[in-house]
């Protein structure tokens, strides 16, 4: 099950969010945010969602994929914009995600009594022409779980006080609510960093993205 909730900050926004079938067994999950405000911004992050659903279906392998974007991000913004995301395939007949984070917040994942924050990866997206470092991470016997993804305008909320929302007060916050339906939790976020806020105003778009697979 996928829940995605969008807060944009202006009239267009920059964040996106994706949940794509590869095959029967496989799907992929993408969250990403590109710098700069306006319709370039959001061209370029328009460019980036065709050639993440053109190269999900033609390539099996995540580090292409990311290449391929980065190359794409390259040649569409000469170094103007750059893009964070989050990249993950999971592979329900072999029980295993990879991801790929690409200088994007790390979401969570929650499987059985641990949690893990997903940073394995690389840098920013579009600016350098080739990668300095690219890793995949790779997790294992995940029959059931839950992926939670946010973008950084969630967590740098501020409050009346100046004090940033923060990853640890989202992390603590979904642990102790994590009994609760996808949608319902998303709502309880939402709902708790506008009490957090105070008569503040939000400072950039919102994305939450939860994926929970049950298999028994």
């Known amino acids: 099950k996928v829940e995605a ?4 900050h202006h ?21 990403a945010d590109v710098s700069g ?3 370039p911004a959001a061209i370029l992050m328009s460019n980036f969602q065709a050639g993440l659903r053109i190269l999900s279906r ?8 990311v290449n391929e974007l980065n190359t794409l991000i390259i040649q569409n913004s000469r170094g103007e914009n750059f893009i964070t995301a989050f990249f993950a395939i999971y592979n329900g007949k072999k029980e295993q995600v990879e991801y790929i984070n690409a200088g994007h917040n790390p979401p969570f994942i929650f499987s059985g009594k641990y949690v893990k924050r997903l940073d394995t990866g690389t840098t920013i997206l579009g600016g350098f022409s080739e990668l300095p470092f690219l890793e995949t991470g790779s997790l ?9 993804c946010f ?13 940033e ?10 642990k102790k609510h994590l009994h609760l339906d996808q949608k319902e939790l998303h709502t309880k976020l939402i709902s708790e960093l506008n009490k957090y806020k105070g008569k503040n105003e939000y400072i950039d778009d919102i994305t939450l993205l939860s994926c929970k697979v049950l298999k028994g």
Do not use: H, M
């Open 37 to 39: 405000k306006g319709i």
């Open 151 to 163: 973008t950084d305008g969630f967590i740098e909320t501020y409050n009346e006080e100046g004090e």
């Open 140 to 148: 294992d016997n995940l029959s059931n779980f839950l992926i939670f």
């Open 5 to 8: 909730s969008y807060l944009p």
């Open 58 to 65: 033609q390539v099996t392998k995540l580090e292409t994929i």
């Open 165 to 174: 929302f923060g990853e640890e007060y989202l992390l603590n916050f979904i």
């Open 11 to 31: 009239r267009i926004g920059g964040d996106y969010y994706d949940f794509i079938n590869i095959d029967e067994d496989r799907f992929l999950l993408c969250i």
